[in-house]
């Protein structure tokens, strides 16, 4: 079992940068692919970013596809979200999530709390 705490977020101006974590307890985090997904006030949640065991592939929404880089360091059971020129559409609760396989899917079993992340214009 794997339970992700994000940490990393707050308040930042519009272009601004800020790198969330995602620290995840338990051995076979190096198993599994990791993702990133936002929450908006009134909004559905939405996938944001996503990363393989190995880190060799990686998936990212089209809205963040040139700002965004998720990565990971497994000898830390750690995954980050570096985001960069952001915008105000970008705020939300951010959540970290486990998948059940090693390579990236659209089924995460394991999620964090979430961490907020505000981006004033």
């Known amino acids: 079992q794997v339970q992700p705490v994000e940490s990393g977020g707050g308040l930042v101006q519009a272009g601004g940068s800020l790198r969330l974590s995602c620290a995840a307890s338990?051995?076979?985090?190096?198993?599994?692919?990791m993702g990133w997904f936002r929450q908006a006030p009134g909004k559905e949640r939405e996938f944001v970013a996503a990363i393989s065991w190995s880190g060799g592939a990686t998936a990212y929404a089209d809205s963040v596809k040139g700002r965004f880089t998720i990565s990971r360091d497994n000898a830390k059971n750690t995954v980050y979200l570096q985001m960069n020129s952001l915008k105000p559409e970008d705020s939300g609760v951010y959540s970290c999530a486990a998948a059940g396989t090693a390579v990236i899917t659209e089924q995460y079993v394991y999620w964090g709390q979430g961490t907020q992340v505000t981006v004033s214009s």
């Open positions: 338990g051995r076979t985090f190096s198993r599994y692919a």
